[in-house]
């Protein structure tokens, strides 16, 4: 076997999944030949997802949806090798990617590297206003864990490294998909903020949305990507308002209980 094509030794994959058929395949092929085991941690999909997993040599377990820094802390601990790269069902890792995780494990400067995502959104990968997304993704087992509700925040002791190449993210299936998303993930963002004692104020709804326009479209270079730049600017200041209008919404709920 070319030693391009041998797995890295002592390098496993762990891939959360949850209805994903459309996706997995994608995922779990860029993973060939790079990694010796893929655990696949499953929350209950109904659809072939295990089964495409299954037909290309993952092991798959189960274990109900208990929060993304949960559900990654346990499928750590099915993984067999000394590292482990945690990838997402709808990502794919890149060949440049791949030979970079390949030659700087063969003799590691760090514990812990940052692999930087890509987003393919409306037929084109993003390289301004999104990108560049910084994710710690390849570790020594045991060296770091996640915490957080919404998101999952890595925790870690040692200095991190970065490795070149680009971890490709397929977020959105369409703007019907991403804006369904966008009103979900704001909606539980504000009831997070809400239960954190966060209070909602006007200035938020008018300020906030605006600034995370400005920030995307010009400190981040969205402009640079035409009218994609300018739609992910958008999509900022959308998610921004609404995060603020349910907070609002969770504040006059429970100010009015009785009378809503």
Known sequence: MKAQNRPVRGLSALVLTKNEEDNIGRALNSLLGLVEEVVVLDSGSTDRTVEIARSLGAKVFHKDWQGYPAQLNYGL??????????VDADEEVSEELRESIRKELESPRYEVYQLCRCTYY?????????????????????????????????????????????????????LRDQYRKTVEYAEKMARHMHSSGKRFRLYHLILNPLWHFLKVYFFKLGFMEGSRGFLLAVSAFVYTFLKYKFLYELELKQKHERLW
């Open 77 to 86: 601990g099915l993984c067999s090798g000394d590292w482990v790269l945690v």
């Open 122 to 174: 409306l037929g084109k990968f993003i390289r301004h206003g999104w990108y560049p997304e910084w994710r710690v993704r390849l570790f020594r087992k045991g060296r770091v864990y996640f915490q957080g509700e919404l998101h999952e925040r890595p925790v870690y002791t040692v200095k991190s490294g970065k490795l070149r190449g680009d971890l490709y993210h397929y977020s959105y299936k369409s």
